[in-house]
């Protein structure tokens, strides 16, 4: 409601004062608690200080800032959880200690959660955990939701909030720009290798060289965009999507040009030579009859490598990806890094600061970098289709 206008504003109020009401409780035993123990001994509040102190930060998580108190600047902190399963997860820290066990000598410690309710036992503070405990769903009121905007909305606060559109978005750009550059190049490269060459020690290296460019790991392919595409021809000052895109080109070139010459080399002879025995020259034999002969299997190359482009990761880690950006306007795409699924699915999985809490968004981008693929796959699938079958008359 507050950073989109989607929703209910009147549900959405009943539903806060509705929660709230229940939460109140839980600040009441907190106070009657309090008061309690500014008139216990020095002794009696050191056994419950450290307890008290935690359940005290850990309340403002679960449940955001009271009415009146200060907006945390840190978006993820103004509205208490927003997932039913971080709550549960609050909810054991809160009714439970961890502590370390190191009675039996001859083993490592060994950790233990200790009840807090037994802690606080003969206190105002020890009916409040059973009353969370058995109150919680009231005080949340989790729903279960469809997430459309999932897709088409901006991120915010790291993620915590909002969609993956620039990452989406990103990554066409990266696949659709490399498929600009290789495609072209591996088929006339295909073409000269297959159709007019001649056989002997340069173009056996040349080979050779294709094959080795296909066995690199992708990493080494990243390296060399940073270091020839940016530091060398500058493309770009930094990162940007055309230095990205021409790096995956690099990366997926072998691949189309040997899916490329075999689909080449299947076309039969027979066709060459009747289009030659008709008077039409070498090339244009080869524009007006292999190429249309050979395009399902150069298209099945072109799949393969597009898939391929769309999840890679390395490579455009030094060329072209960061962790947040906005979506990117099409003239952008030349000066400007870019979002990417491949990479902010790792970014999110190992380096977020809170890794454990945006598992949610890990996983839709998972299932939204394959369904992209698959989407990618089954246009190129579709035009393979009908080519093949306008061919077969």
Known sequence: MEKFGRGNHKQINNDYNRAFQMRKEIYAYLDEFEAEFSSMSWSEKKKYRDDLKEIK????????????????????????????????????????????????????????????????SGTKLEPMFDFLENNLREMMLPKFTFYGG??????FDSHFFGGIWPEM???????????????????????????????????????????????????????????????????????SVLAGSLTLAILILPTIIRSSEEAIKAVPNTFREAALSQGANKLYTVISVVI?????????????????????????????????????KLLEVFSQPTPALSWNIYNLATEHEAVDQIRHVQY???????????CLNLIAIYFRARISKKMRG
């Open 169 to 239: 978005l990103g990554t066409l750009y990266l696949t659709l720009g490399a498929m600009l550059f290789s495609v072209p190049l591996g088929i006339i490269a295909a073409i000269y290798l297959t159709e007019f060459a001649k056989d002997g020690i340069l173009i056996s290296i040349l080979r050779t060289f294709i094959s080795t460019l296909a066995g690199v790991p992708s990493i080494v392919f990243g390296l060399f965009g940073l270091a020839f595409f940016i530091n060398t021809i500058g493309v770009s000052s930094s990162k």
């Open 364 to 374: 839709g981008m998972v299932l939204t970098l394959i369904l992209l693929v698959i």
């Open 292 to 328: 249309p002969s050979a395009l399902p299997g150069i298209l099945t190359g072109t799949v393969i490598s597009m898939g391929r482009a769309a999840g890679e990761t390395a490579p455009i880690i030094f060329t072209a990806a960061v962790s947040v950006g906005k979506p990117l």
């Open 57 to 120: 930060a850990l309340i403002p998580k679960l449940f955001g800032p009271q009415p009146g108190e200060e907006t945390p600047v840190l978006m993820r902190n103004q509205y208490g959880q927003t997932r039913w399963d971080r709550s549960k997860i609050l909810l054991n820290e809160i009714l439970f200690s961890e502590e370390w066990d190191y009675s039996d000598s001859n083993e490592m410690g060994k950790k233990i959660f200790v009840a807090r309710k037994n802690t606080f």
């Open 150 to 155: 999932f897709l088409t909305d901006e991120s």
